[in-house]
């Protein structure tokens, strides 16, 4: 009788943590193809703004649950260690490298517009390409649910916005049904890779950026 | 004890069977792109495929009465509005099935990516490989809102 409960303690904790636990996702894996070309010289950031985050509840490298069987949620972290804002600004140089332009990054230490504005002005091109991430997670049970607020701006040397465009989910997208971490991981990359592109072709910035 | 465990056992079946039938049918498409107006497309074979699902999305195309074409080359010997990629996955349960089924339609001068769709079956759920590229397809296009500019 006590093996029997053991067996169903550990059946239990199984449950609970199941695949669970520690799983990361590399978005370093992404591959974002831009539907513009260029030649130009342009700064790229991609700047931090989750809440959570910037109030320090979670680590930079926080990108979303994945939950035990009773929907216990453990965190998933990006499988480079770096922040995921970091994994994002190299997949988008990468990209942008490959449609012909030429780019150096920034880095911000704050989503606070002045500063922005400020690393711009020192550090920038004429035109300056910023993502700003108010929120990116997937939350994954049985299905692999999104949760997105991302904005997309090009600016010019004095940092002023030539033009814009947003994507945000209402409340969580169902994007996939779930596997196991390698699975849920090319999922999410793959995601990563549909929402940024879209906000590179809205005609706005595909006019800034061609201009 | 008996009172406790017989729920606690028929919960982890229910959970489990539950695991068993879970679908999903998922597209999004660039509301600036009009796919409506694409009329010839080459599907490229996904490398690790060896089933022939580049040949059945290419008869779906042409079924749907557009102009497709399929084959290992990412370029094809002749323009073409869409280049289409997919990525199909399957699992074993008694027999293999087919898992998960991702389509891509891509630009062909830009390789942009403006239209995925994907369904998620697992084993109870499962469909036959043309009822999968069927209903991919159908979503595909039934998701693409075109916005006016």
Redesign the interface.
Known sequence: MRLFKYS?AL?CLS?LTGCAVGNQYDYQQADV?????GTDKVSLGVIDNRSYVINGDKSANFIGLQRG?FGNPFEVTTSSGKPLTEDMSDVLERSLVQ?GFQVNKLYFSSPDTSMVANVIKNNGQQKNIILTVSEWKTDVM??IALIYDLELQVKDQEGREIASASARSTGKE??????FQG?NSRVAV?AF??KV??LF???AIVKALKD | MRRIIKPFITAIFVMLLAGCANTKLISDVDPQVDISKMKSFHVVKFEKDNRGIEKLIANKLNSMGLDASSGTNKTPSHPVDVIVEYQDKWMWDLTMYMLELNINFRDPETNYQFATGRSFRTSLARKSPEEMVDEVLNDIFRANKVVSQ
């Open positions: 169903i059946l449950f193809s831009l539907p513009i070309k069987g449609s049985m299905n169902k994007i996939s049904g779930a596997g699975q793959s890779e549909t592109s879209r072709n809205n005609p």
